[in-house]
């Protein structure tokens, strides 16, 4: 009997312990996220880290503002690193192949899951395109480049659960009927280039090759109503690229990447004018030393670039983009005599006039489909411009 309550005795210390431990353990968080300033920038996942999410009336009445908070707690939380390669070691003890919306694929390739999109999110999206061409009714073109997760399906682990890029491609183009915006999906030409042996994606990185992105160049000149001529070769610049999947997953990958660029024959004479200034070359070559090495294409992601050339009479493309543009702008450029190029993500300047005072002949949007189905910064851009143009 004694013993018995001993042993009692002994579990309700034992349980109070560990109760002041976690007790203590969220002591220390909570001070420490109150002390410590946001970061901004994650070097290791080459990313932006979200903010504090300032409390909107629409985001919290349709329930969103939660998942925004919680975005922000997952990316500030302290020794954030620590915890994400802890978990993946204890995933790897029990057979798991997924962190951090990243599965191990076979062949050493790292897939980026495509989340259930947000159908307010993307109807937004849409909808603000479809303003935005009966504002500016210039032939207007969408390009979606479907994810590796989509075109590589064969290399996902058994049953790893993904939404259909497919059926959301499809639901897009349903959306844009009668727009008047041209659409354009590369899956089935990624499809069959990667028959033909071309490497597609990157095993480490969510971007698409240089490779692929010549692959699709005659299909997306031909939707802009050109023709691909440019004659040229891809050049290696650097073997040992690492990308953002492996760094933001922590699963390692035994193997680097190869990043090339794009060196035609006949190399058009171009300026480059970003918020750096001026500079006569496509290629940051600075960025290769940097922690993103992919940053050598246009040295990254810019509001706003401007590239003009010696092809005169070309006409003037405006184009929204994500960052799988960056590789592919160098296979427009034979074709155009001044290509601007608009991140909506970083984008702060008056769309509005930037419209007015250019003479564009066409628009192109550009997007990979994991980052147009959850993108909001498209939908604000062109909102502001189109509410701008009601009140003038």
């Known amino acids: 009997m004694d013993g018995s309550r001993s042993r009692k005795r002994g579990n309700h210390q034992y349980y109070r312990i560990l109760a002041g431990l976690f007790a203590l353990l969220f002591l220390v968080f909570f001070v420490l996220n109150l002390v410590l300033p946001d970061r901004t920038l994650s070097v290791r996942?080459?990313?932006?880290?979200?903010?504090?999410?300032?409390?909107?009336?629409?985001?919290?009445?349709?329930?969103?503002?939660?998942?925004?908070f919680e975005d922000y707690a997952s990316d500030q939380i302290p020794f954030r690193e620590f915890f994400t390669d802890l978990k993946v070691y204890a995933d790897s003890l029990v057979g798991r192949n997924e962190s951090q919306g990243v599965y191990r694929g076979s062949d050493?390739?790292?897939?980026?899951?495509?989340?259930?999109?947000?159908?307010?999110?993307?109807?937004?999206?849409?909808?603000?395109?479809?303003?935005f061409a009966e504002l500016f009714p210039l032939p207007q073109q969408l390009v979606l480049i479907p994810n590796a997760v989509?075109?590589?399906?064969?290399?996902?682990?058994?049953?790893?659960?993904?939404?259909?890029?497919?059926?959301?491609?499809?639901?897009?183009?349903?959306?844009?009927?009668?727009s008047g915006i041209?659409?354009?999906?590369?899956?089935?030409?990624?499809?069959i280039a990667g028959l033909d042996g071309v490497p597609l994606y990157y095993r480490t990185?969510?971007?698409?090759?240089?490779?692929?992105?010549?692959?699709?160049a005659p299909a997306v000149l031909e939707t802009l109503g050109r023709t691909f001529t440019a004659k040229g070769?891809?050049?290696?610049?650097?073997?040992?690229?690492?990308?953002?999947?492996?760094?933001?997953?922590?699963?390692?990958?035994?193997e680097r990447d190869t990043i090339s660029v794009w060196?035609?024959?006949?190399?058009?004479?171009?300026?480059?004018?970003?918020?750096?200034g001026k500079r006569a070359s496509l290629y940051s070559w600075d960025g290769l030393e940097s922690a993103d090495p992919y940053t050598v294409f246009l040295g990254g992601n810019e509001g706003l670039v401007r590239i003009e050339t010696d092809r005169i009479g070309g006409g003037r493309l405006l184009v929204f983009k994500d960052s799988y543009f960056n590789c592919f702008l160098p296979?427009?450029?034979?074709?155009?005599?001044?290509?601007?190029?608009?991140d909506p993500r970083y984008y702060s300047d008056d769309l509005l006039m930037l419209m007015r005072q250019n003479e564009y002949d066409q628009i192109l949007y550009f997007y990979n489909i994991n980052t147009f189905s959850a993108d909001t910064s498209l939908a604000l851009v062109l909102g502001e411009a189109i509410e701008q143009a009601g009140r003038k």
Not at 233 to 254: D, H, I, N, Y
Not at 263 to 276: F, H, K, M, R
Request: aromatic residues 6%; proline residues 5%.
């Open 205 to 216: 990185d969510h971007h698409w090759t240089t490779d692929a992105a010549l692959a699709c």
């Open 45 to 68: 996942e080459k990313r932006m880290l979200t903010a504090f999410p300032v409390p909107q009336a629409d985001r919290v009445l349709e329930g969103n503002y939660s998942n925004d």
């Open 150 to 178: 989509s075109v590589l399906k064969d290399k996902l682990p058994l049953w790893a659960p993904t939404a259909d890029q497919e059926a959301f491609s499809a639901q897009i183009a349903e959306m844009l009927d009668g």
């Open 182 to 191: 041209g659409f354009k999906d590369l899956q089935n030409t990624l499809q």
């Open 331 to 342: 296979f427009l450029l034979s074709e155009y005599e001044t290509v601007d190029v608009v």
């Open 233 to 254: 070769e891809l050049l290696p610049v650097t073997s040992q690229f690492s990308g953002s999947l492996s760094a933001k997953s922590g699963l390692a990958v035994r």
């Open 263 to 276: 060196q035609p024959e006949d190399e058009p004479v171009i300026l480059v004018t970003d918020s750096a």
């Open 108 to 131: 050493g390739y790292l897939l980026e899951k495509m989340e259930t999109p947000d159908e307010t999110v993307v109807s937004r999206t849409v909808d603000a395109m479809r303003a």
